[in-house]
């Protein structure tokens, strides 16, 4: 390239950073009518057609889902230049009531390619952070080209476009203008041949070294929603711009892909592979095969070691388990078997059971953390450390990781929800249904060190105790229901799953475990592959639990809403209930009790109290006593217990359930009150302060030294390990 043709193309370049080089920023309204879905899209409120999607699956059908799509794929692999040369056939069914002249197509690894992308602008406009924040250096940016699309032979006219009002320089949507319009109910094929540049790994896909995770990495369709489907009152086009924080929405269907890689490399992806390997040239080519699906990952690397199998039998057959890690982590194969082998049986019974035959646990090497903790269908990346001793911080990362990544398989893959706008459906609710596993493992967090053990100091917390120090329960910003990008920060975003899941614990505390239980059944039954909303998911905890007031104040409060809760004891007085000094009327006569008769009878009345009961005990008096507990509200009204504890070992509970931003309560006892207590059962793990839930008569700090310690100890470990998932 001659120096004039490079000056040519710097300026181009920064022409395009600066919003400049697109062909068309936003798309104009397409010939056929069909709008995009909104860019503030974000809870739905509006159940969904019960015929949405083609209705419940039965299991009676051909396919388990409605499968929309198929994709057959010839993908080869060059590790050295990190690079995807890849022929793709598109099959689309148009499931609409009239024709459709234009689709759109999603290209997110063009996420990677440069500063302009949405992704990268959010993350440096909006100092939005990113998992490890690991930077990317020159000749490290990936991308993907068109190179060739035809519908029928004919070639199909394309641009870039922003479905969302991003940067005119995102090329992560493009339009394509089809030569033969789709007729309603019929199925076209486009032809595409697409080049991928793999990234360094960093945002869930890339390579390090001869490692390679190939994720997000095909020209992929978007979803064409109908009325009565995720609020949708008129077709539209559900295809958003790949933003930092977003993750993936796609139809099911049918994925058929070849994969030609050198001979030597190890590869596990999504599906059952067909047969053996073809061997010739030096390359080996895999075929792999899974239908209802709505994604399909992959990974190749020479430096794996012998894979680890494993078998789960259950209800729909044997499901055949590998988990695949390099040498450095072979201590870590064995633990994520056991924790996929674990989540199969809990998802399945908890849930629904396993419908496909196979999952691919991928460990990855050292320094390619980014790859680690992400899903896609019947295949995820778990997380890899040194030491994985049981009982071990590291190890219960390890096992929760596993557990959380398979989990997505059902919240993510076999649900569907669109993670771009209602990702507490997918996030937040697998980290709620991972906690209760991890509650029924009883397997709690350890968070003490080595030397902390030798001087049998613990540090430990219940799993879902942990939710609540990434929750941000003192000033939550966004309600758990707003889409992917529309945050105050990332530390919002993140709320999505621990806030989610504290506001799922609270309520399964009002509701009951199996109330719970029959709702999440109810729901995985009815909307498996068939894409719910947060509406859909309501109405599922509604029917099943027979308490709509309950179900609809929480989703109004937190997740349509944004709500702090945040209920203390400000003051606990307990006083001898004694005569006291004025006049009265004896006998037709005025007297008047002073001081010194009033100290005089109550000593004798003392004196008579206990030889009448020699054996009393010492908190046992002749006078009764009257307590004052004083409550205070600075956030949203719900439900409380406050529970007072009286010297004879006695206690009295009640229920506060107003409207009230505070309260008193009088308790008249035979014995002196010591201490107070809201929520004694820990049922509400949305309150901000625990510490200031007690309150004794007497000075006592073993509350706040128990949550201090604990605060301390874990609040930096857990917050990693939940930005990273």
């Known amino acids: 390239m001659t120096t004039i043709a490079q000056g040519r193309l710097v300026q181009w370049g920064l022409a395009c950073v600066l919003g400049a080089c697109a062909?068309?920023?936003t798309a104009a309204t397409p010939p056929d009518g069909i709008p995009f879905a909104s860019p503030q899209a974000a809870a739905v409120s509006v159940p969904s057609a019960p015929n949405a999607w083609g209705g419940a699956r039965t299991g009676s059908e051909a396919t388990l889902s409605d499968r929309v799509v198929a994709y057959r794929i010839h993908a080869t692999l060059d590790p050295v230049k990190h690079t995807v040369t890849g022929k793709q056939q598109l099959t689309w069914r148009n499931r609409s009531d009239r024709p459709v002249s234009v689709v759109y197509l999603h290209l997110y690894l063009n996420a990677f390619e440069g500063p302009g992308s949405t992704f990268n602008t959010e993350q440096r406009e909006l100092k939005f952070g990113f998992r490890s924040e690991v930077k990317t250096k020159e000749g490290e940016w990936g991308y993907t080209r068109l190179q060739r699309v035809e519908q029928g032979g004919a070639t199909v006219k394309w641009r870039y476009v922003h479905p969302d009002g991003g940067p005119a320089t995102d090329r992560t949507v493009v339009r394509?203008?089809?030569?033969?319009?789709?007729?309603?109910?019929?199925?076209?094929?486009?032809?595409?041949?697409?080049?991928?540049?793999?990234?360094?790994?960093?945002?869930?896909?890339?390579?390090f070294g001869t490692f390679h995770l190939i994720a997000q990495w095909f020209p992929k369709i978007g979803v064409l929603e109908l009325p009565g489907e995720r609020g949708a009152t008129a077709p539209r086009w559900n295809v958003h711009e790949f933003h930092l924080h977003s993750e993936f929405y796609a139809d099911f269907g049918e994925y058929d892909v070849t994969l030609t890689v050198p001979k030597g490399y190890t590869v596990g992806a999504t599906g059952e592979e067909q047969g053996a390997p073809a061997e010739k040239n030096g390359m080996v080519s895999h075929r792999f095969v899974q239908g209802d699906v709505h994604d399909f990952a992959w990974t190749a690397d020479k430096r794996y070691a012998k894979p680890l199998d494993g078998v789960y039998h259950g209800a729909n057959g044997p499901v055949k388990v590998r988990v695949?890690?390099?040498?450095?982590?072979?201590?870590?194969?064995?633990?994520?078997?056991?924790?996929?082998?674990?989540?199969?049986?809990?998802?399945?019974?908890?849930?629904?059971?396993?419908?496909?035959?196979?999952?691919?646990a991928v460990i990855p090497p050292f320094r390619a953390d980014e790859a680690g903790g992400m899903e896609y269908p019947t295949f995820f990346t778990a997380a890899s450390y040194k030491d994985v001793t049981p009982g071990t911080l590291d190890r219960y990362s390890l096992d929760f990781v596993t557990i959380?990544?398979?989990?997505?398989?059902?919240?993510?893959?076999?649900?569907?929800?669109n993670e771009f706008e209602e990702p507490m459906l997918d996030e937040g609710m697998n980290q709620y249904w991972n906690q209760r596993m991890l509650r029924e493992r009883k397997q709690d967090i350890d968070a003490s060190t080595w030397w902390m053990r030798k001087l049998g100091?613990?540090?430990?917390?219940?799993?879902?105790?942990?939710?609540?120090?990434g929750a941000m329960l003192g000033e939550p910003a966004d309600p758990l229901g707003e889409n992917s990008w529309h945050r105050l920060s990332s530390t919002s975003y993140f709320t999505v799953y621990s806030r989610t899941a504290s506001t799922m614990h609270d309520l399964e505390a009002q509701l009951g475990k199996e109330a719970i239980e029959r709702a999440f059944k109810l729901y995985y039954a009815r909307w498996k592959f068939r894409h719910p909303s947060i509406?859909?998911?309501?109405?599922?905890?509604i029917e099943a639990s027979g308490r709509r007031e309950v179900v609809e104040r929480v989703f109004a409060q937190q997740v349509y809403g944004v709500n702090k809760v945040d209920d203390r004891i400000v003051e606990i007085k307990s006083t001898e209930i004694l005569p006291q000094p004025g006049s009265v009327e004896f006998k037709g006569k005025r007297v008047e009790l002073t001081s010194?008769?009033?100290?005089?009878?109550?000593?004798?009345v003392r004196e008579r109290w206990k030889k009448a009961h020699p054996k009393a005990k010492p908190e046992e008096g002749a006078f009764p006593y009257r307590t004052h507990v004083t409550v205070r509200r600075s956030g949203v009204a719900l439900p409380q217990t406050l529970r007072v504890k009286f010297a004879d070992g006695t206690s009295q509970t009640l229920r506060w359930d107003d409207q009230r931003r505070w309260a008193r309560f009088a308790f008249t006892t035979r014995s002196k009150a010591v201490s107070a207590e809201i929520d004694p059962e820990r049922r509400v793990f949305l309150d901000r302060d625990k510490v200031d839930n007690s309150r004794t008569v007497e000075s006592n700090g073993a509350a706040s030294r128990?949550?201090?310690?604990?605060?301390?100890?874990l609040l930096q470990s857990l917050y990693s390990l939940l930005v990273t998932l």
């Open 404 to 417: 959380h990544e398979f989990g997505h398989g059902y919240f993510y893959g076999l649900l569907a929800s």
């Open 535 to 541: 509406a859909d998911l309501r109405e599922a905890l």
């Open 457 to 469: 100091i613990h540090v430990g917390m219940n799993s879902f105790e942990s939710e609540r120090m």
């Open 176 to 207: 394509l203008d089809l030569p033969q319009s789709v007729a309603p109910g019929a199925s076209t094929t486009l032809d595409i041949d697409f080049f991928d540049q793999l990234p360094r790994v960093s945002a869930r896909t890339g390579y």
């Open 324 to 360: 695949l890690y390099p040498a450095e982590y072979a201590s870590n194969a064995q633990p994520v078997l056991q924790a996929t082998l674990d989540s199969l049986k809990y998802f399945s019974e908890t849930l629904g059971a396993y419908p496909y035959r196979t999952v691919t």
């Open 596 to 604: 010194t008769l009033l100290d005089k009878a109550i000593e004798n």
């Open 23 to 25: 062909m068309a920023a």
């Open 706 to 713: 128990r949550w201090g310690s604990d605060f301390a100890a």
